[in-house]
């Protein structure tokens, strides 16, 4: 119920948003007519239309983006004509004609005369579909989800508070216009001259969206404005987002969910099947059936996560010791970002983190679909009688989640769990547990499509080569400099020189980079409040703040060696070509 609430939210504050600034002369062109008969039909056809299109957006069909290009175009023809009638009674008596004849249920009648509801109806329908690519943070989460989990009633149901949210904003707005264009009417007597000036408005509008600035610049105005307010909706509230079926990374133990030790584990469920893995590595396919017998820990992660890369010593050690005892340990491969759907990528990931235990390749999330999984990382802990006994999202509890396994193997062996040492791993560089006390930075991705705290003066300009210079930023603030085009993963540095600045507080700092096209390595330098890291340098750069990037993976950049305190991060690209992905801190 809270996810449907900050969807609602989420939706009204676009009146806000410069997206909805083409929609707005279409709505107020209803400004003054009958609620029910003209305003209400056309904000539900508005709510109805948004909703389905997004939900064929979450099914992500290549017919089903062909299909809203085809609505967008339809809605501009319609709107255009709709405009023209604005400004000619005349034009509009014509165009009108054939549709009072089939009982005035489509169009709008000659000037002076009541709005259909069909009319309305049909111009909500219009702005629906021009709306529909406008969204924000939360609606990419909905459809994230949906795309990882399978659309389904609960995503359709979402975007339909979304919709309504905005549609709630859009009514209030063509009360207070009403009012004010009555008021127009009666001091000036402009309501012919009113009207032309909304056809006009109207016409304006139809050309931004056939130029694409609906989606374009205006979408890139609202990037760092309702982001910003959406997601610090989210924060606010805490929303429990996998009601949703939403990916997160579940950035720790403190903002996990906890779940007490309890010496008889209940019964969560059955192991499903493990089909559906494009591949597997250090392992022939295993299945459910087969794996009878033993006790199992299936593992949610991906290879950049800096939130599985911190579980993987204790997640190795487990294997290693309770290997002869019966526990097989599977982990699970479901990719963030393209990169890691390539499997030699995964396969290199494997060996640098020395996993010696069976991997599946789930890049069609089948898997994490069967589990109804949301979480990166994510533990299931599964008994020798094939039944999920326990599972634990996101960092720490460790000790807790090997007592699990111990009790689970007891229970498998038919004798009563015993108190045996538990693993102490040394964990080194970015698989080092993170200093929570100190931790004032979160999660910043760079790519446009979930991206905030942006400050570049110049603001995004969406897959197009741009130069930017850094501005001011703030604390969890951040800025390009150079020639960059930022798409809706990553940004690539077109020319060398070019860098990012970030001002944060936390020990550790970490960017996941790649070299790009071509895979040649780009070298780099990172400073710290303008000079070299010296004892600072994460483990990937040297004293001096020099480092290369030759692979797709996460870098740790920073780690602060003594007092930990807000600081300004620097990196500068020798070479071009580098795609910057997402900064984690720990």
């Not at 898997?367 to 109804?372: E, L, T, Y």
Request: glycine share 10%.
């Amino acid at each position: 119920m809270i996810l449907f609430t900050i969807a609602y939210l989420a939706g009204v504050l676009t009146i806000v948003s410069p997206c909805i600034l083409p929609v707005l002369p279409f709505v107020f062109s209803r400004a003054g007519q009958p609620f029910t008969r003209s305003i209400l039909p056309m904000l539900l056809g508005k709510v109805v239309t948004f909703a389905g299109v997004a939900t064929l957006a979450a099914i992500g069909g290549d017919w089903a983006v062909q299909a809203n290009e085809a609505g967008r175009y339809a809605a501009i023809v319609v709107l255009a004509v709709f405009g023209v009638m604005l400004l000619s009674p005349q034009v509009a008596a014509i165009v009108t004609r054939p549709a009072v004849a089939l009982g005035n249920r489509l169009a709008r009648q000659t000037a002076g005369q009541k709005a259909s509801v069909g009319a309305s109806l049909l111009l909500g329908v219009a702005t629906g579909l021009l709306w529909a690519p406008c969204a924000g943070p939360i609606l990419g989460l909905v459809l994230t989800g949906a795309a990882l989990h399978g659309a389904n009633v609960e995503t359709t149901l979402l975007l339909t508070a979304y919709a309504a949210g905005a549609a709630t904003s859009l009514a209030l707005a063509v009360f207070a216009g009403g009012k004010v264009f009555a008021a127009m009417k009666r001091s000036l007597g402009l309501g012919e001259r009113l009207r032309q000036v909304l056809g006009i408005a109207v016409l304006a509008g139809v050309a931004a969206i056939a130029l694409g600035l609906d989606t374009g610049m205006l979408a890139r105005l609202s990037y760092a404005g309702t982001a910003n307010l959406e997601q610090s909706l989210l924060n606010r509230l805490g929303a429990d987002t996998s009601g949703a079926a939403t990916v997160n990374r579940a950035a720790s133990a403190a903002n996990g969910q906890r779940q007490t030790y309890r010496s008889s584990l209940p019964v969560e469920g059955i192991l499903p099947p493990l089909d559906g893995a494009v591949e597997w590595l250090n392992s022939k396919p295993l299945t459910a059936e087969e794996l009878r017998g033993k006790v199992v820990l299936v593992d949610f992660w991906t290879y950049s996560c800096i939130n599985c890369i911190r579980t993987i010593p204790y997640v190795r050690a487990w294997a290693e010791k309770y290997r002869d005892q019966g526990l097989v340990v599977i982990g699970v491969h479901a990719p963030e970002f393209a990169f890691e759907k390539s499997i030699d990528n995964v396969r290199r990931a494997v060996q640098d983190f020395k996993i010696g235990y069976p991997v599946a390749i789930d890049n069609d999330f089948a898997i994490w679909r069967a589990f109804g999984n949301s979480y990166w990382p994510a533990h299931y802990f599964i008994d020798a009688e094939g039944r999920i006994r326990y599972h634990h999202f996101g960092e720490g509890e460790y000790e807790q989640s090997e007592r699990v396994i111990q009790e689970l193997l007891a229970e498998a062996a038919g004798s009563h769990r015993n108190g045996s040492d538990l693993v102490r791993p040394e964990a080194k560089g970015a698989e080092a547990a993170p200093d929570f006390a100190n931790l004032q930075s979160g999660e910043d991705y760079v790519g446009y499509m979930r991206a905030a705290n942006f400050v570049s003066p110049e603001g995004v300009a969406a897959d197009e080569p741009r130069d930017y210079t850094t501005g001011k930023p703030r604390l969890n603030q951040w800025g390009l400099a150079g020639n960059w085009t930022v798409g809706p993963e990553q940004a690539t540095l077109n020319r060398a020189g070019g860098g990012i600045t970030y001002k944060f507080s936390a020990r550790d700092l970490h960017l996941v980079l790649g070299p790009g096209a071509g895979d040649r390595e780009v070298r780099f330098q990172v400073k710290v409040d303008g000079v070299s890291p010296g004892p600072d340098h994460g483990s990937d750069v040297d004293r001096d703040g020099n480092g290369t990037v030759s692979e797709t993976r996460l870098y740790q950049l920073v780690r602060q060696s003594g007092e930990v305190r807000e600081r300004t991060f620097e990196i500068r690209f020798l070479d071009p070509g580098v795609e910057a992905f997402v900064f984690t801190f720990g």
